[in-house]
């Protein structure tokens, strides 16, 4: 799915920058090749390796974790992880558990760089609510300044094995994970983490 959404962004300016080299305008086909080398590099959607403990609840997506802060859910305790992606960081997002897609909310917004706060709740988002045998987990796909959409693969009702891709957001993003206070967290603001393959809590 990632790379054909590339080829919509990537081939333009390849065939572009091919054409001109042609034409004999060396700079113009540098800059289009070169662009069209970094929207292939965007899309690109590495194989993770699943960690090996069932009780594992891994990363949705690549980033730097922004913040791990307390936060209800429907009355309910739990702890919200923050992941923040730059260009540079693979944009497709993975369940984090093995689930069912329960609910999909898409609430239209703002689009204020993905590493303030205030994207959380004021940027365009999909609030994903993932049905798992310990109770709800919450997934929002976030988009950012650059980012100017949330593209979801998976439809309502779909059920996801832990790790599997369900969507993307295009050119830097923000994800966020709300799990309940029974999960024990184990990253913190700063760490680098792999969508797929980076543990980020742990069941009892």
Request: glycine fraction near 10%; aromatic fraction near 10%; charged fraction near 25%.
């Amino acid at each position: 799915m990632a790379f054909r959404e590339g080829l919509k962004f990537g081939v333009p300016p390849l065939v572009l920058g091919i054409l001109a080299g042609w034409m004999g305008w060396t700079w113009p086909a540098v800059i289009l090749l070169v662009l069209a080398g970094f929207v292939f590099f965007f899309f690109r959607d590495p194989e993770r390796a699943l960690p090996s403990n069932p009780s594992a609840v891994v990363s949705p997506a690549d980033g730097r974790v922004l913040e791990v802060v307390d936060e209800e859910f429907e009355c309910r305790p739990g702890r919200k992880i923050s992941i923040f992606l730059s260009v540079f960081n693979v944009h497709v997002n993975r369940a984090p558990v093995a689930s069912r897609i329960e609910n999909v909310e898409y609430r239209p917004g703002k689009f204020f760089a993905a590493m303030k706060a205030r994207a959380s709740t004021e940027n365009e988002q999909n609030v994903l609510r993932l049905e798992t045998g310990r109770g709800p987990v919450i997934l929002k796909q976030i988009a950012g300044w650059v980012a100017r959409r949330v593209l979801l693969w998976k439809p309502v009702g779909a059920s996801l094995d832990r790790g599997e891709r369900l969507g993307m957001i295009r050119f830097g993003s923000r994800v966020e994970l709300w799990l309940p206070s029974e999960a024990r967290v184990t990253v913190r603001p700063g760490e680098n983490v792999r969508g797929g393959s980076s543990i980020v809590a742990e069941w009892p």
